[in-house]
């Protein structure tokens, strides 16, 4: 199968939206995002996606502040549950497929294995339960529909770890980072291309993808720095619980991708995908 001809992708101007619109280049793409219309409101967003009569819907837009969903749980479902109903309400009207992009954090991050794409989610965060809700309202609306799970995306211009690592290192000289909260690091450009793949197979279903291995953030703090050329910024690692914040983090939402995988669909290990990043963002100083 080839790449749908006519795509919209909504959170364009987001971290995954633009990764994803940098690649489209040769179909005819729809880029939403805020400014052209709030997923929240139905009478917006649903005539906007069915008079485009799209073949398929990449749905990335999302409510992201984790803590801030704590803080306005209403704010983070209207968005992320409402929001995502309202694109596979206009789905649903054209015969659209949908990719709904969720997060390794509907699991709650137990389990010692990392979690397969049919493993049960348990949301523990208002941020994760409003995502879970997305995934099955899409389910329960849409059957042409992929699911695709990721964790800790970053890409240049994003807000994100590793520029927040950056920022707070220049700032402070010295940091303090969670050892006990692991995940995959995932780079927007290659959860981008992935993904393009993905809806060229026709393959419907859920898929974990995320760049291959997995780490603690003191890990990801300390390879940020040495590739920043900022290995001489003392990083102490603490236990999350030292890390007072709104949102509880699953500590272990580690994903394997075995559905992509079996398609031949694998991301690069999550290094490379940090150098790239630094290649082609700031240079790097020292
Ligand atoms: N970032 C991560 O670490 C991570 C991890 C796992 C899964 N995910 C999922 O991956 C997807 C992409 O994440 P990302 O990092 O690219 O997010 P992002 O950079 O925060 O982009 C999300 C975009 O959605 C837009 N948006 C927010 N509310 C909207 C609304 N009511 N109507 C229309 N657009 C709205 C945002 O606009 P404003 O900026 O103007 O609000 C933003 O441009 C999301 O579904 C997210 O849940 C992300």
Not at 90 to 116: H, I, K
Not at 150 to 168: E, H, L, Q, R, Y
Not at 269 to 279: D, H, I, Q, S, T
Request: one cysteine or more; a negative charge; glycine letters at 6%.
């Amino acid at each position: 199968m080839d790449l749908p001809e006519r795509i919209v992708v909504t959170g364009a101007r987001g971290q995954l939206g633009r990764a994803l619109c940098a690649l489209l280049t040769d179909v005819t793409l729809l880029a939403i995002d805020l400014e052209e219309a709030d997923i929240r409101d139905g009478d917006q967003i649903i005539p906007l996606i069915t008079e485009f009569r799209p073949d398929v819907v990449i749905h990335a837009a999302a409510w992201t502040d984790v803590d801030g969903a704590e803080r306005d749980p209403d704010g983070a479902y209207a968005v992320n549950a409402l929001g995502t109903q309202n694109v596979a309400l206009a789905c649903q009207q054209v015969g659209a497929a949908m990719l709904y992009v969720s997060t390794n954090e509907v699991f709650d991050g137990r389990a010692e294995e990392p979690y397969r794409e049919w493993d049960a989610p348990a949301p523990i965060s208002v941020y994760a339960r409003s995502k879970w809700a997305g995934e099955q309202i899409a389910r329960m609306l849409l059957n042409r529909l992929y699911i695709v799970r990721t964790a800790w995306v970053f890409a240049p211009g994003g807000n994100n770890f590793p520029s927040k690592i950056i920022a707070a290192a220049d700032r402070h000289g010295a940091l303090r980072v969670v050892d006990d909260e692991i995940g995959n690091p995932t780079y927007a450009p290659d959860l981008a291309r992935a993904i393009v793949r993905l809806i060229s197979t026709g393959r419907f279903g859920i898929y974990h993808l995320t760049n291959e291995g997995a780490c603690s953030r003191y890990e990801w703090a300390c390879e940020i720095l040495r590739m920043s050329g900022r290995e001489h910024v003392p990083v102490t690692p603490i236990p999350s619980s030292e890390w007072k914040r709104l949102a509880t983090p699953p500590l272990r939402a580690v994903l394997a991708n075995t559905a992509a995988a079996a398609l031949g669909i694998r991301l690069r290990p999550w290094r490379e995908a940090l150098k790239a990043y630094f290649e082609e963002s700031e240079p790097p100083r020292g």
